[in-house]
């Protein structure tokens, strides 16, 4: 026969009991001030479009770059827009954009270093420089306009499954107290993004004004989630998107075609119509570098009445080093 509970056990019970019951949080507060207008399958929808936003809009920056890098999706959410202000640093670099014919707005925002680093290499160089001012320069914002079109025509693509939206940039802003898109008091649909570049990671966010967005969430169901991405690539993933763009890459081919040493009083002595004595033999092969990389040997000659060079041997890759 089972022995009862003795008189302390069953205080001990009780006792553990009302402890648990006044640690229990009690009901969540709903705030009445920010209602979800968009329901968490709109949201996986609407990461998924941005998802193939950071797809495209990271092959046309590795093309136009000339360097590896990569954008993703980082976070979709629902905030106030006096949330957003706050966290928005100053000098910024911000875009204010606009759905075509319909009253939703949105803001662009870069990260002033990510822009700077931008401006640079477009401008042939390497990214590393130092500028002691982040304001964005009239020319700066003048050499982001192409990166900043792209965006938007990338935005548009992104979201033709849904509808046929366009995207139009309405100004550039500094101050975030000047872009304004929407009341403090009201939500917005903030989508952030990661940019690596080499070991530089970089913010960027793409904000929507959500009071006049009932018309575009009605047209988002669960069906169109699955057909958001192949539709738009033709089932191409972002690895064989690289690979396509890197194909069209343009590289540098030089041919070497031959070496000699002379000194510097020779060289100082050189009149037009003298000759350098070549070390190589007419019978010797050329070589013929990419990329200042030794990579194939040929022969010089004349095809359909150009001079042209035919490859005669390949070089075998072998790990570290190239070897015939």
């Known amino acids: 026969m089972a022995e009862g509970f003795s008189e302390k056990e069953v205080e001990r019970l009780i ?12 009901p969540i507060p709903y705030d009445f001030r920010l209602p979800n207008r968009i329901s968490k399958n709109q949201l996986k929808i609407l990461r998924s479009i941005h998802e193939t936003l950071s797809d495209s809009f990271g092959s046309y920056l590795v093309s136009k770059l000339q360097t590896m890098l990569n954008v993703k999706v980082t976070a979709v ?19 204010t954009f606009k759905l ?13 270093d990510l822009a700077l680093n931008l401006v640079e290499r477009l401008l042939g160089g390497s990214g590393t420089g130092k500028k002691e001012s982040k304001v964005i320069t009239a020319i700066e914002q003048k050499v982001l306009e192409d990166v900043t079109s792209h965006l938007m025509n990338d935005l548009k693509d992104a979201w033709q499954a849904i509808d046929d939206f366009e995207f139009v940039i309405d100004r550039f802003e500094a101050d975030i107290d000047f872009a304004q898109i929407t009341s403090q008091s009201e939500s917005v649909l903030l989508i952030s993004f990661d940019i690596s ?28 989630l699955s057909s958001i991405r192949p539709a738009i690539y033709d089932g191409y993933t972002s690895r064989e998107l690289l690979t396509l763009h890197l194909q069209e890459a343009l590289l540098p081919i030089v041919v070497e075609f031959g070496r000699s040493k002379i000194t510097v009083k020779e060289l100082l002595e ?15 092969e050329q070589i013929i570098k990419v990329s200042s990389e030794t990579f194939f040997y040929g022969r010089v000659g004349i095809l359909n009445d150009h001079k042209a060079i035919k490859i005669t041997r390949k070089l075998k890759s072998n790990k570290n080093n190239l070897q015939v």
């Not at 959410?77 to 911000?94: F, G, H, K």
């Not at 570049?197 to 967005?213: D, H, L, R, V, W």
């Open 15 to 26: 006792n553990k009991s009302d402890k648990n019951l006044s640690q229990d949080k009690g």
């Open 77 to 95: 959410d629902q905030i106030y827009y006096s949330e957003y202000i706050l966290a928005v640093p100053s000098p910024a670099c911000l875009y």
């Open 100 to 112: 075509k014919n319909t009253d939703i707005k949105g803001l662009l925002e870069l990260n002033v």
């Open 197 to 224: 570049i080499g070991e530089q990671s970089y913010p960027m966010n793409i904000c929507f004004a959500t009071y006049a967005f009932d018309t575009i969430l009605s047209k988002l169901s669960v069906q169109k």
């Open 270 to 284: 050189l009149n037009e119509g003298d000759v350098i004595r070549l070390q190589t033999k007419i019978t010797d």
